[in-house]
């Protein structure tokens, strides 16, 4: 049995809570609420998230997840950056079909602005292709990615992926290959950050 007259704390009423701000290019929402002992501690933490939670427009948002970090705390609202754009698994595994064939494409790009990203794009055919028409749609991907990469700083590329614009580029020219039931960047990871001189000079 504990010893009379000693108080245990309440570690909850110790904690201070933190709102967390989504960035700028998704309007600067707050997205949640976090406990923290010290405020401080909190920076590098990531938050996750759906298209859905920010923009509520449609269930499809639902399946597009956000990973925020933690980069600053500003009069009690944590500041965030994006850490990972993701499609989740389950939507990805339903549009699997019988005798069609998927097309996956990853590379490591650097943004105009610095960034050093991991990018994953995947198209899903109406039928099943060889190798050379796959070889094909892959260096389609590779083309629209990388040009993006050059033009874009990483928010726009985050934003151009999130909103289906690379998608929609990358579903026009593989159905001059074969017939496409579906294409989409499918995962972002941020690997590096953008660089401070660059970022001002994509800005200007």
Known sequence: ????????KDKWKEKTWIS?????????KIVASIP???VENAIGRCVETTLF??????????????KFQIREIVGGVAKTEVKQYELARETLKSLIRKGTSIVDFYKNLETKDKAKIRIFAIVYTSSRINTSKKKA??????EIISRKAEKLSFDQLVLESVL??????ILTEA??????????????????YPLKEALASSLS
């Open 164 to 169: 289906g614009k690379i998608a929609s580029e």
């Open 36 to 38: 923290v002992t010290n």
């Open 175 to 192: 159905k001059k290959i074969t017939k496409i039931r579906y294409a989409n960047v499918r995962k972002i990871k941020v690997l590096s």
């Open 137 to 142: 749609i892959r260096k389609i991907m590779d």
């Open 20 to 28: 967390v701000e989504a960035p700028a290019i998704f309007g600067n």
């Open 1 to 8: 049995m504990p010893k009379k007259g000693i108080k245990v």
């Open 53 to 66: 939670d920010i923009l509520g427009e449609n269930e499809e948002q639902y399946a597009i997840k956000l």
